[in-house]
Each structure stands twice: as C-alpha cells, then as structure tokens.
C-alpha cells in the first residue's frame, strides 16, 4: 500500500460497504474557470482459495463537473495503463497521469492498471474435513463435516508514540500500536449441499435458492477492534466444493465514521473522567493534608490554650481583682473632681474665643479675598493674554514677514530690475532698431524675385496631373488577378473534400479517405485488445486443464488405472492446443496492435487534428496543408489586388487616406494654394516694406527709452535695501516685545490661580472654625457628661472587683478542661495520615489509571484517523481533489467445474471477436 501522499477521496465502484466522503470535492489546480475534480481508487484482487494474491488490478475514476479547463496530474500506476473511455492513451510523468480536460457539465475519466504494490491487508484461508486439515482441492466430491477459518490482518501497523492528559496537570507520552484504520466486509454464499450451518461470528440468512448466506464484519484497528480478525463457520456437507467469498474493505477515521464516532467520544469522555477522577482525589488528598496540619496546629493550639488558662488563672486572682479595687479607689478620689474642672474651663473659657475667631474668618477676610481673585482672573489675565496673542500671532510674524518680503524678493528683484535694464535690455533695444532696418532693406530685394516663383508653380500642376491619369490605370488593370487564380483555388477544394474527415458519410455519398482510414485503425485496435484479452482466457483455460491441484488434471487420479494414460494423453494433446493458439492469437494481437498504430501515423499525417492526443499538433498533415496554400493563394490575390488598389486610391482621396492619388491630390490642391498665395506674396512683401520702414523708426525710439529706465532702476533698488535693514531691526523688537507678553500673561495667569487657592483655603478655614466653634461646645457639654459617667464608673469599679473574683473560680475550671482536650487531640492527627495514605492516595492512583487506559485509547484512535487522512489511498488524487480507495477481493472457490466455465468464456470471447472482424469486413465492401 503507498502513502507518500495525503488526499481525501470517494469509491469507484458500487460495494456493499457505505463509503466515508472523507471531505467535499475541490477545484482542481491549475483550473481555467470553476471546475470540481473527485477521484476515486477501487483495487480489485483476486485470490485463490487459501487467499494466496493471484493478480491485481486498480481502476481509477475522474469525476468533473462545472465549466471550464482543468489540468490534472492524478497519481496512478502506469504498469498496464488504459483508457476504459477510448483508446486513445494518456501521457504519464513521474508517476502522474497527465491530461488537460474541457469540462461543460459532468465528465468521467476512466481508467485501469496493474496494480504491483502491496495490499494493505492479508488474507489467509483454512479447511479442516472432519477434523483434519485439508487442502482446498481435497474438499472437492468429500462429506463429512468443514470447518473453514478465515483469518484477515491489518499490515500497517506500526508503533508511534501518543500523548495524553495524565489528570496531574500535565501530559504522558507512551509507545502504542497504530494503523491505517480499515473496516471490512467478508460475505460468501454456501450451496444447498451444506447443511447444519454454524459460525459464531456470522450472520445467517437464506439466499431464497436454497443456499445459505454469510456476512461477517471486520473492524481492523485498536483499540475498539484488533488489526488482526479471525472468523469461520462449520457445516455438514456432501459432494463437497469450497464456495467462493467477497471481500471489501477501506480506510475510514474513526472520529468521523458514524459507526465509530460514538465509540471514539466513549474513549475521550472516558479519559476526561480519569483526569476528572485523578484532579479531583489529588485535591481530596491535599485537603486531607490539610486537615491533618489542622490538627496537628489545633493540637498546638489546645495545649496553649490549656497554659493560656492556667495563666489566666493566676492573673485573675493575684493581679486583676487587687486592681479592680485600686480602680475604684483612685475614680472615686480624682478622676470625678478633675472631670468637673475641665467642663467649667471649656464653658466659660474656650467656646466664646472659638466664636469670635468664626466670626472674622466668614464675614471679612474671606469677602475681600473673594474680590482680589475676580480682579485676577476675570480682568488682569485675560487682557495680558490678549496682548500676548496680539504680539506672538499678528504683530511679531507680520514684521518678520516684511524684513523677510524687502529682504529676499523686493531688494534682490529690485536690484534684478537694474541689472536686466541695463545689461540687456538697453542693448537689445539697440539690436532691435539695427535688425528692423535689416529687414526693411530684404523685403525690398524679395519684392523683385516673387513672380518668377508663380509662373514655377504652373509647371507643377501640369505634372501632377499626368500622374493622376497614369495612376487610375494601374488601378484598373491589377483587378483582374483573381480571375486568373481562381481554377488552382478550385483543384485545392477538390483535395480537401476528398480527404475529409473522420464524420461517417451521409446517405448516398462515398466516404471520405479519413473516414475510411479511422475506420479501419479503429477495427483494428478493437481486433488487437480482443485478441489480448482472448489471450489471457487461453491462458486461464491452460491453468484449468493443467494444474495438478484445481485443473483437469486433478481428477487424473480419481479415474480407473487403466484409463490413466489415455486421459493424461488426452489433456497434453488439449494442452498443445491451447498452446499453438496462444501463439497464434499473440501473434495477431501484435499484428493487429501494429496495424492500428501504423495507421494512425497515416491517419496524423492525412490531419493533425484528426486524433487529439496522439498527433503532434506541431506537425501539420496534408489536409492542414492544403487549408494553408488555399489560404496563401487567397492572401496572395486578394493581398496583392488590395494593396495596390488601396495603395493607388481613388479621384476623391485625400493626403489623409495614405494613397498615391490622395498624395497627388494633395499636391495639386498644395500648388493652387500657393499660386493663390504667390499674387498675395507679392502684395504683402510690399505692404511688409512700409511696415518695416516703420518699425525701423519706432526701434530708434524705444532704444533711448529703456536706457532711461535703466538709470531709474538703479536708484530704486538701493531705496528698497535700506527699507529692508529697518525691517529687521523692527522684527527683532516686536519678537522681543512678544516674549515678555508670554512671560506676563503665564504670571497674571498663576497670580490669578493662587488667588482662588487662598480663596478656597480662607473658606476651609472659615467653615473649620466654625465646625471647631460647635465641636468645643459639644466638648464642654460632654466634659459635663463625664463628670457624671467618672462617678458612675466609680461605683462600677467596685462592681467589677467582685466580678473578677468570680471569674478567677471560672478559670481554674477553664484550665481543667483543656487539659483534658489535649489528651485527645493527637487520635485525630493520626486519623487523618491513615485516612489520606489508605484511602485518597489509591483513589489518585486509580484514576490516573483510569486517565492513561482512556486517553492511550483516544490517541491511538486520533494517530489513527491522521493516518487514514495522510496514508488511506492506493496511489492518491491530483492536487486540490478529493478522493477514497476501496478494496475488493474476490477469494476463488473449488468445485470443479472451473475449466469448463473457463474454455466457455474463451470460445465466447473468441466468436466475438471473429463476429467483429466480419462485421467490419462487409461494412467495408457494402461501402
């Protein structure tokens, strides 16, 4: 089985499996519009009974459907290649059948080829008669009771190393056995002769013919089957035969499958609950252990509490009830008369000064605070930002835009001006009057020389018009050239009609030489894949007569002694036979291959394009010859009279159209203008005369204008360099000025912030005086109260003196009891360490268990469904389709009668033949 390619792909052939779609079907690569490409692989095998492989095969189909060109390279075996739609063949490179398809709708490409690979399962096959085993052959004619044993083995495992949650937060890596996940299906159909049919394995039903069928399942992958599957059954049979078995089988993903998926979650749900199991006992564990340190701390804590009530003890009765009653003694003489002199101080003293300091804070200082931070904020800011503006954005930037506009353009323009006035202006005006002069006395010679250029133009038109007439001449005559041509042009349509092509002729017509010709290679061919196929049934029937172990010859040894050698002399003779026509039918196979192929050169030669894919389109054949001298004498004529003709014109062409008559009308239009022009020449040369007396005094006069305006200039420019130094020293000072406005603007600014901080800071402390005001008086009010709670405490003293004397009897109890907690806390301390080494800590190690069984499972089941997607096909699909490989294996029966089913097959393939080959024969003569 090869894998060097990941594909996805759908059955060929009708099995009685259901196919997995492993995914939708894609453009093919390399596509010209939107076409969707699905390729499908079915590996036919056949085996002999004991499932020894005999021969294998692999058809491979090509779905497309949509509109437009896909170019398709589909891996496939090229051992035997051919095209089940036609003959012709396919171009194969590097392993890829090669092909550019035109798709308008569905198309299907079909094809088949040896299939030399490996299969990816094995098939073995044993009998046992009565107990004993037995060979295939030896069931033939027996009774007794068979046992037969099919054993049927994944080959493509291999071990990989998966990964999986082990439930303590991380991840186990492990080594585990994983395949290319296959299902399978074995059915066979057993003869009324076997009777008290038995498997344990197999489902039973009639064949409503009396014979009893069998159907047994395979699924050939762990961890929810074996790679390895084995199944049979047993029955009383009599005039015994071994019958024949179908075997299907193909890859699938067990994560997708709908027979499988629910087992799939089944593992992924049970590894979820051994991480579940083992997360939640290792916490269990943890909360036990700390359980077992809080008790070992209450523990602890016990034992202190117990110290903690002895001391307790002693230091109510020594210490605490001594105390209470000093209590009493120094509240009763002291703290009551102070308390009584602290509430007269803050009445009488302190809460009258407290008002009056409210009183000022409130009603002046705070008014006139109020006053100078509005003046700030609302008045000397806004302005001095004003003025700050003013000066950065208008002032300050317009100055240094006029420094800027004096300084780099109207000084340097200025200075320009002067320059060009007096450098070249002046002197060009000089130059000016000099040339009109010049010009003045020219026009005065060309007056003289125009008329002798008009009576030169008359000449001209008479030329022009003798080539006119020359032209339409030759016009006329060229026209009559493909007249001339016309009989070669009808010898050439003769021969092409002759040739023809491959279309049959219609009722009544001869046919055409192609048709003929593709005719007779296509018979041919026929003949020739006939004769080898015919070839191989000669081949099957000698194996039926000769093979000592299911052919004739088996039965040698069932027959008398005596008719022994006559029937061994009589199967030599057949096998002789056989033999001479083997020979014989190869020969004329290759002859006939031969034939065809011979013919199709003919064929290519007669046209290019009568058979795609076998002619070379670069090498053209007689009838796309023909076409080009049919066409070159066309473009020749018609090339020819066109060109000159166009090439001439016509009498209304202008020098617009490119002609020669539109040129020479053109001309003659070209003389009249300038005879027309010549008289006006002659006119206007005298008016250009006084003109130019004219323009000769007026360059006089502008010569000694613009050497003024020179001087002038000069004078100007050294004005406007000095306006441009007092520019800049105004700029500098406006900059200045604008700067110190920043400054100002940023202090009224910070003035007028701090102002509303003291303001706000003089009304805190206007309401704290007041808050301090009403808080002494609630203080004297309260120093009265304590003066009475000091007397009442007083008397509590004494009170709690002979409470702490009652509570010092409490505590020696206090102290007996925890004591006698101590003595029992370390049971519970040893309770827990039991409990969490006996009981959590297994259950942590179960479910971890539990986590690696599931998980393992669940790894091997997804290793296997990326396996099925990268490994699942025989050969692969082309780039960008889709596809699935399916397996059928037909598993030979014995019974016996297998070479006369074999000589049957030939003599009907050989009649088919023969009838073909007539037919095609009379076709021929009645055409």
């Known amino acids: 089985m090869r894998r060097p390619r990941p594909v996805v792909a759908l059955a060929a052939v009708p099995l009685t499996l259901p196919l997995l779609l492993c995914g939708t079907a894609a453009a093919a690569a390399d596509d010209t519009g939107d076409v969707v490409v699905a390729n499908t692989e079915t590996v036919q095998a056949k085996l002999d009974a004991t499932g020894a492989l005999r021969e294998a095969r692999v058809y491979e189909q090509l779905a497309l459907s949509g509109r437009g060109t896909a170019h398709i390279a589909n891996p496939v075996s090229a051992s035997g290649l051919r095209n089940l739609d036609g003959f012709s063949s396919y171009s194969v490179s590097d392993g890829r059948m090669v092909v550019d398809v035109d798709v308008d709708g569905e198309r299907r490409l079909r094809t088949v080829s040896d299939y030399d690979a490996d299969l990816p399962i094995r098939v073995e096959v044993h009998y046992t008669l009565d107990g004993e085993k037995v060979t295939p052959g030896d069931v033939v004619g027996r009774s007794g009771l068979l046992e037969v044993r099919y054993t049927v083995t994944n080959l493509t495992?291999?071990?990989?190393?998966?990964?999986?949650?082990?439930?303590?937060?991380?991840?186990?890596?492990?080594?585990?056995?994983?395949?290319?996940?296959?299902?399978?299906?074995?059915?066979?159909?057993?003869?009324?002769?076997?009777?008290?049919?038995?498997?344990?394995?197999?489902?039973?039903?009639?064949?409503?013919?009396?014979?009893?069928?069998?159907?047994?399942?395979?699924?050939?992958?762990?961890?929810?089957?074996?790679?390895?599957?084995?199944?049979?059954?047993?029955?009383?049979?009599?005039?015994?035969?071994?019958?024949?078995?179908?075997?299907?089988?193909?890859?699938?993903?067990?994560?997708?499958?709908?027979?499988?998926?629910?087992?799939?979650?089944?593992?992924?749900?049970?590894?979820?609950?051994?991480?579940?199991?083992?997360?939640?006992?290792?916490?269990?564990?943890?909360?036990?252990?700390?359980?077992?340190?809080?008790?070992?701390?209450?523990?602890?804590?016990?034992?202190?509490?117990?110290?903690?009530?002895?001391?307790?003890?002693?230091?109510?009765?020594?210490?605490?009830?001594?105390?209470?009653?000093?209590?009493?003694?120094?509240?009763?003489?002291?703290?009551?008369?102070?308390?009584?002199?602290?509430?007269?101080?803050?009445?009488?003293?302190?809460?009258?000064?407290?008002?009056?300091?409210?009183?000022?804070?409130?009603?002046?200082?705070?008014?006139?605070?109020?006053?100078?931070?509005?003046?700030?904020?609302?008045?000397?800011?806004?302005?001095?930002?004003?003025?700050?503006?003013?000066?950065?954005?208008?002032?300050?930037?317009?100055?240094?835009?006029?420094?800027?506009?004096?300084?780099?353009?109207?000084?340097?323009?200025?200075?320009?001006?002067?320059?060009?006035?007096?450098?070249?202006?002046?002197?060009?005006?000089?130059?000016?009057?000099?040339?009109?002069?010049?010009?003045?006395?020219?026009?005065?010679?060309?007056?003289?020389?125009?008329?002798?250029?008009?009576?030169?133009?008359?000449?001209?038109?008479?030329?022009?018009?003798?080539?006119?007439?020359?032209?339409?001449?030759?016009?006329?005559?060229?026209?009559?050239?493909?007249?001339?041509?016309?009989?070669?042009?009808?010898?050439?349509?003769?021969?092409?009609?002759?040739?023809?092509?491959?279309?049959?002729?219609?009722?009544?017509?001869?046919?055409?030489?192609?048709?003929?010709?593709?005719?007779?290679?296509?018979?041919?061919?026929?003949?020739?894949?006939?004769?080898?196929?015919?070839?191989?049934?000669?081949?099957?029937?000698?194996?039926?007569?000769?093979?000592?172990?299911?052919?004739?010859?088996?039965?040698?040894?069932?027959?008398?002694?005596?008719?022994?050698?006559?029937?061994?002399?009589?199967?030599?003779?057949?096998?002789?036979?056989?033999?001479?026509?083997?020979?014989?039918?190869?020969?004329?196979?290759?002859?006939?291959?031969?034939?065809?192929?011979?013919?199709?050169?003919?064929?290519?030669?007669?046209?290019?394009?009568?058979?795609?894919?076998?002619?070379?389109?670069?090498?053209?054949?007689?009838?796309?010859?023909?076409?080009?001298?049919?066409?070159?004498?066309?473009?020749?004529?018609?090339?020819?009279?066109?060109?000159?003709?166009?090439?001439?014109?016509?009498?209304?062409?202008?020098?617009?159209?490119?002609?020669?008559?539109?040129?020479?009308?053109?001309?003659?239009?070209?003389?009249?203008?300038?005879?027309?022009?010549?008289?006006?020449?002659?006119?206007?040369?005298?008016?250009?005369?006084?003109?130019?007396?004219?323009?000769?005094?007026?360059?006089?006069?502008l010569s000694a204008g613009i050497t003024s305006a020179a001087r002038g200039s000069r004078t100007l420019s050294t004005g406007i360099a000095g306006a441009a130094t007092g520019a800049g020293r105004l700029a500098e000072g406006l900059d200045t000025a604008a700067t110190g406005s920043r400054t100002l603007s940023t202090g009224l600014a910070t003035a007028g912030t701090g102002s509303q901080r003291l303001l706000d800071g003089l009304r805190s402390a206007a309401a704290g005086s007041s808050r301090l005001t009403a808080g002494i008086g609630t203080a004297a009010e309260g120093s009265s109260d304590l003066a009475v709670g000091i007397g009442t405490a007083a008397a509590g003293s004494r009170d709690l003196a002979a409470g702490l004397r009652d509570a010092a009897d409490g505590s020696q109890q206090l102290a007996d009891g925890l004591g006698s907690a101590a003595d029992g806390a370390p049971q519970l301390v040893d309770g827990t360490q039991r409990l969490s080494d006996e009981g959590t800590s297994q259950l942590v190690e179960s479910g971890a268990g539990t986590a690696a069984r599931f998980g393992t499972g669940y790894a091997v089941l997804a290793a296997g469904a990326e396996r099925a997607a990268t490994e699942g096909m025989a050969f692969g699909a082309p780039e960008g389709a889709t596809g699935t490989t399916a397996y059928s294996l037909e598993i030979a029966g014995v019974d016996g009668g297998n070479a006369t089913n074999v000589g049957k097959g030939v003599a009907a393939l050989a009649l088919f033949a023969a009838a073909g080959v007539i037919g095609t024969v009379v076709r021929r003569r009645t055409a």
């Open 157 to 701: 495992t291999r071990e990989d190393e998966v990964t999986y949650d082990d439930g303590r937060g991380g991840t186990a890596t492990t080594t585990a056995t994983t395949v290319v996940p296959m299902i399978g299906q074995l059915v066979t159909v057993l003869p009324p002769s076997f009777t008290a049919v038995e498997s344990a394995e197999a489902g039973i039903a009639g064949d409503g013919r009396g014979g009893t069928r069998l159907q047994f399942q395979m699924t050939l992958f762990p961890p929810i089957g074996s790679p390895t599957a084995e199944f049979g059954y047993s029955a009383r049979i009599s005039r015994g035969v071994v019958p024949a078995a179908t075997l299907t089988s193909m890859p699938v993903s067990p994560l997708d499958y709908p027979s499988f998926k629910g087992g799939s979650e089944s593992y992924a749900s049970g590894a979820q609950s051994g991480v579940d199991l083992t997360s939640g006992a290792i916490q269990i564990d943890d909360n036990l252990q700390r359980l077992h340190d809080g008790a070992a701390e209450l523990l602890a804590g016990i034992v202190q509490l117990r110290d903690g009530a002895g001391a307790l003890r002693d230091g109510l009765v020594g210490q605490a009830a001594p105390g209470a009653e000093q209590l009493a003694t120094g509240l009763t003489g002291s703290a009551a008369p102070g308390a009584r002199t602290l509430a007269d101080g803050l009445n009488d003293q302190i809460l009258p000064g407290a008002k009056d300091l409210s009183s000022g804070l409130g009603g002046r200082l705070v008014p006139g605070m109020s006053d100078l931070h509005e003046g700030l904020a609302d008045q000397l800011a806004p302005g001095a930002a004003q003025l700050a503006a003013g000066l950065n954005d208008q002032l300050a930037p317009g100055a240094a835009e006029l420094a800027e506009g004096l300084t780099d353009s109207a000084a340097p323009g200025a200075a320009a001006l002067a320059a060009g006035l007096n450098d070249s202006a002046a002197p060009g005006a000089k130059r000016v009057a000099a040339g009109a002069a010049a010009l003045d006395a020219g026009l005065a010679t060309a007056l003289t020389k125009a008329p002798a250029l008009v009576a030169g133009l008359t000449q001209v038109d008479d030329g022009l018009a003798k080539v006119e007439a020359g032209l339409e001449t030759l016009a006329t005559q060229i026209g009559t050239l493909p007249a001339q041509a016309q009989p070669l042009h009808d010898a050439v349509t003769s021969m092409r009609a002759g040739i023809g092509t491959t279309a049959p002729p219609a009722a009544g017509q001869r046919p055409s030489l192609m048709y003929a010709v593709n005719a007779l290679r296509t018979q041919l061919a026929a003949a020739s894949s006939t004769a080898t196929g015919t070839v191989g049934s000669i081949q099957d029937l000698e194996a039926a007569v000769t093979d000592p172990a299911t052919g004739l010859e088996a039965f040698t040894a069932m027959l008398p002694a005596g008719a022994q050698a006559s029937y061994t002399a009589l199967l030599g003779g057949i096998a002789d036979g056989l033999g001479q026509l083997e020979t014989g039918m190869t020969g004329s196979a290759t002859q006939l291959g031969t034939a065809s192929s011979t013919l199709a050169l003919v064929q290519c030669g007669l046209s290019a394009a009568s058979l795609p894919g076998v002619c070379d389109p670069a090498r053209p054949g007689l009838l796309e010859g023909l076409a080009g001298v049919d066409a070159g004498l066309t473009t020749l004529t018609d090339g020819v009279v066109a060109r000159v003709q166009g090439g001439v014109g016509t009498a209304t062409d202008t020098p617009d159209d490119e002609t020669l008559r539109g040129g020479v009308n053109g001309l003659q239009a070209g003389v009249g203008l300038l005879q027309d022009g010549g008289d006006g020449l002659v006119t206007g040369l005298g008016e250009l005369g006084a003109g130019a007396s004219q323009l000769s005094t007026g360059a006089g006069e």
